[in-house]
């Protein structure tokens, strides 16, 4: 995207305003995949998650290329398998805004090569100015939502798919630094094909002493066998030998 067109308020539209016109700030990209390069107007159409003091929200939003914002969004994305669809992190304040551009440089790096397999598609990072300061949007593919239920008590192949997402991610020298329920979807209940792997705001580039090394996932793990705090934690936390 050559430039991102972002509402200025990021309420989700209600049935009595759908009539009177979207007003947008104009972002431009700090780092973007490289296509299309043509500009792209956000319609949020619900909020994931906000902090307690507002410096930083999630959003659904749906991304429609062209120049007239009254029509109704019909984006030529192709994301498989959600049209158009992107999950938009949005920081409000200085300190979120850098770390949103960390975890877009992590994108546009080690991350590359996991995109649209284990993390999600990354279209770029955006900032501009709004009414209240400047603000950052990175923009992803949305790949669905959490399991309902905590990892343990999860089906064994879903357990055993997150924790291969995870080890997959040290082997590029990442470490998540956040491995919770709430960072881990799919777009349907528990389907292992199109689980992913997101938010990397607590993420770091990390030298993983497990990383040539083969993981037996059929039974407990000693220290020994996967000498590694976070991938060790979450062996232990997931039990995928259960
Ligand atoms: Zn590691």
């Given at each position: 995207m050559s430039r991102l067109y972002w509402p200025q308020s990021t309420s989700p539209r209600r049935t009595w305003d759908a009539d009177a016109p979207l007003t947008f700030h104009t972002l431009l990209p700090i780092s973007s995949a490289p296509e299309p390069q043509k500009p792209c107007f956000a319609y949020i159409t619900n909020k994931i998650a906000e902090t307690e003091f507002g410096d930083l929200e999630v959003v659904r939003a749906t991304l429609q290329f062209g120049?007239?914002?009254?029509?109704?969004p019909t984006s030529q994305?192709?994301?498989?398998?959600?049209?158009?669809k992107v999950v938009c992190k949005v920081a409000h304040d200085e300190l979120m805004l850098h770390e949103l551009k960390e975890e877009a440089n992590l994108y546009a790096g080690l991350l590359a090569p996991l995109q649209g397999t284990v993390v999600p598609k990354c279209y770029g990072y955006f900032v501009g100015h709004s009414r209240d300061g400047v603000i950052g949007v990175l923009v992803t593919e949305d790949c669905g939502s959490p399991p309902w239920s905590e990892l343990k008590g999860c089906p064994k192949d879903f357990k055993l798919a997150a924790l291969e997402a995870l080890v997959h991610l040290h082997r590029v020298?990442?470490?998540?630094g956040d491995f919770m329920r709430r960072n881990i979807v799919t777009r349907?209940?528990?389907?292992v094909k199109s689980l992913r792997l997101l938010n990397?705001?607590?993420?770091r580039e990390h030298k993983c002493r497990c990383a040539a090394k083969p993981i037996d996932m059929t039974k407990a793990p000693s220290w020994g066998d996967i000498p590694c705090g976070e991938l060790y934690e979450a062996f232990m936390k997931v039990k995928p030998w259960l």
């Open positions: 120049l007239d914002c009254y029509e109704e994305l192709s994301v498989s398998g959600t049209k158009g020298g990442v470490k998540h349907g209940k528990h389907d990397f705001q607590h993420a």
